[in-house]
């Protein structure tokens, strides 16, 4: 059974290379966040899609991280110039249902990113 | 703004024993409460999820429960195995659109 899948697993970064994160949500799941979670503390929220739409980004640290789902699918988090302070885990996480009044959500593996 | 805050922040236990973990939260209007596991190097997987209408939920040697006039909700894991050390995490929708805020987490190692 397929559950949500991230690529790449890991990716070291020198500072100021832009990075490109992919997530592939469980089939037919219309929900779609993104999350990022520092050592020793659980993850928070980024950005919420509901199909193609980004309906929530107010977790975005800056306007250096932007994140799409063209297609309601696939999702890419990129975050462009990137800084040793956003080395983090990055998790996406899918859910069957809209957003209200809201489902279980599905977590990949996610992808450590290192910037040095 | 919702607060989740998680006790004990890590626990040590020789493997038989019965646990509790604890969850708070400060805004008791919640829709549901999930319990998450986290182990090392891999996802973040789901236990159990409680509806703001349940009172708990069982899964194997796990029972969630969820006082919502408390702003609690407790974790308990049976006859403790080894297999069961990670970190456990408690979460619930705010803010809109059923994004999760998550407490810090429960480390917990299980030995021998």
């Known amino acids: 059974g397929a559950g949500v899948s991230q690529s790449p697993r890991y990716k070291v970064t020198k500072r100021g290379q832009d990075v490109a994160l992919r997530c592939d949500p469980i089939s037919g799941h219309v929900s779609l966040y993104w999350y990022r979670q520092a050592l020793g503390q659980g993850p928070e929220f980024l950005t919420y899609?509901?199909?193609?739409?980004?309906?929530?980004k107010s977790g975005l640290p800056n306007d250096r991280f932007s994140a799409e789902r063209p297609e309601g699918s696939i999702s890419t988090l990129t975050i462009q110039r990137t800084e040793q302070r956003d080395s983090a885990m990055y998790r996406c996480?899918?859910?069957?249902?809209?957003?209200?009044?809201?489902?279980?959500?599905?977590f990949g593996p996610g992808t450590r990113l290192t910037v040095l | 703004k919702q607060e989740v805050t998680q006790i004990p922040a890590a626990l040590s236990v020789p493997e038989g024993e019965n646990l509790v973990l604890n969850c708070s939260f400060t805004d008791s209007a919640i829709y549901n409460l999930q319990w998450f596991r986290q182990d090392p190097g891999k996802g973040l997987t789901s236990l159990l999820l409680?509806?703001?209408?349940?009172r708990e939920q069982t899964s194997g040697r796990l029972n969630a429960s969820l006082d919502k006039s408390s702003g609690r909700s407790t974790l308990y894991i049976a006859a403790s195995q080894p297999g069961d050390s990670a970190t456990y995490l408690c979460a619930l929708p705010s803010g809109g659109y059923n994004k999760l805020i998550f407490g810090a987490g429960t480390r917990l190692a299980v030995h021998p």
């Open positions: 409680i509806q703001s209408s349940q």
């Open positions: 996480a899918s859910s069957l249902e809209g957003p209200y009044p809201g489902g279980e959500q599905f």
């Open positions: 899609f509901n199909y193609e739409a980004q309906q929530d």
